[in-house]
């Protein structure tokens, strides 16, 4: 029997990528309006990624078709923790133990917040990520499984080899396997590459005939292949704001989750000025009707030039600030969006024009980048210089 989308987004939940079933399920969101469980795990997902206003906004619409449900009332439960509304978290636990009198998540919240002396508690609780022990269960991760039966099978394998090699010299290193393969769509999925359960308009989406979708898979691939990974991303979220089946959605995540890794660690890896491929402009990446980020560019990197201002930093550490868009030429002004960063402000001058490099997001129907590099000089010409070399 065919998987639908709902299928496949608890499946990545429980293999704990909460992203791609957002983005999954978001992408089918005119098709299953007014669903329960579309909202359920819209509003789990978002629990777990710590998307708390849009969490709460999907147990609530959930809450609107049914009430009786542990997993709703377990998410609703733990939210009123986070913000240190014990009361009303009890209220909600001693619902979910009127369904399911031995739930061991509403028995152990509530053990804990017997113990709990002030706020105080419940924020080191967040803050080691322990709170997670109270969030609705998710089941075991098969991805787990399936590594412990790998790694079993791998020990065997090599020890196999061992056996039947210990008298030889083994200077002879294994070819190291670095690179990753994406599934090839099946004979069944290019011939039936449009959803067959289309539903409702596609808002700000792609409409594509099965042509387009294969085309748009096999350059994602090719593009990944030549280190193209912006680009590769793009075609990815064609695929996945449009009506592409949802077995083929699936698979562009997988492809999706291998973009901007290290090779041989595999940790995520940032690009920097000079490894950037393909950058976007504002033009190209700015809806002209909404102002927001088009769906096309969502998670991409760019590289923009302007000028900053409202500098605000965090006692973490952290800052942020506006970044005013303009072409290098500095003749023409195209916007300014929120750029955050994670690390420590560097010695920037707001008077000076400045080069970003960073990841796009939406944010409140707008977007903002998060900020990863910084490039200032006193000259005008560094930065001239440095942008037609990246061809901007």
């Known amino acids: 029997m065919k998987r639908t989308v709902l299928d496949e987004a608890r499946t990545l939940m429980r293999r704990r990528k909460f992203h791609y079933a957002i983005t999954l399920l978001e992408s089918h969101s005119a098709n299953y309006k007014g669903s329960f469980e579309f909202y359920l795990a819209l ?76 706020y105080t508690d419940i924020c080191k609780l967040k803050d080691t990520g322990e709170i997670k022990n109270y969030y609705p269960p998710l089941g075991f991760n098969p991805d787990l499984v399936r590594n412990c039966v790998l790694l079993g099978l791998l020990a065997g ?59 748009s898979y096999e350059d994602a691939i090719k593009l990944f292949k030549a280190k193209r990974e912006n680009a590769a991303l793009v075609e990815i979220n064609r695929l996945t704001y449009s009506n592409a089946s949802s077995s083929i959605k699936v698979k562009a995540s997988n492809l999706k989750e291998q973009l901007f890794k290290d090779p041989k660690t595999h940790a995520d ?28 560019f969502r998670d991409c990197y760019v590289v923009w ?28 002004f195209f916007g ?11 010695s920037v001058n707001e008077e000076n024009p400045i080069a970003i490099l960073g990841r796009l997001r939406p944010e409140g129907g707008k977007f903002c ?24």
């Open 43 to 118: 509003g789990t997902s978002c629990l777990y990624v710590g998307d708390e206003g849009n969490a709460v906004k999907y147990y609530d619409l959930a809450r609107e078709i049914k009430i009786q449900n542990t997993e709703l009332l377990l998410g609703q439960a733990v939210i009123f923790l986070r913000r240190g509304a014990t009361e009303r978290a009890i209220e909600y636990y001693m619902e979910v133990l009127n369904i399911s009198p031995g739930n061991e998540t509403a028995r152990a919240a509530m053990e804990f917040i017997r113990t709990v002396k002030d």
């Open 269 to 296: 890896r940032d690009p920097e000025f000079s490894t950037l491929r393909d950058n976007y402009s504002w033009e190209d990446v700015v809806d002209k009707n909404t102002g927001g980020l088009k769906n096309l």
């Open 305 to 332: 030039v302007g000028k900053i201002a409202n500098i605000e930093t965090s006692p973490d550490g952290s800052w942020k600030c506006t970044l005013l868009v303009y072409n290098k030429e500095f003749n023409k």
């Open 369 to 392: 980048m998060d900020g990863r590099v910084v490039f200032q000089s006193i000259k005008n010409s560094d930065l001239y210089e440095l942008l037609s070399k990246l061809n901007l």
């Open 157 to 215: 394998i090599v020890a196999s080899i061992c056996i039947v090699t210990c008298s030889v010299t083994s200077s002879k290193k294994t070819p190291a396997t670095d690179d990753f393969d994406p599934i090839a769509l099946t004979s069944d999925e290019q011939k039936n590459a449009v959803q067959d359960d289309l539903g409702g308009s596609y808002v700000d989406d792609y409409i594509l005939d099965d042509k387009q979708i294969n085309k």
């Open 336 to 346: 300014y969006l929120t750029v955050n960063f994670d690390s420590a402000q560097p």
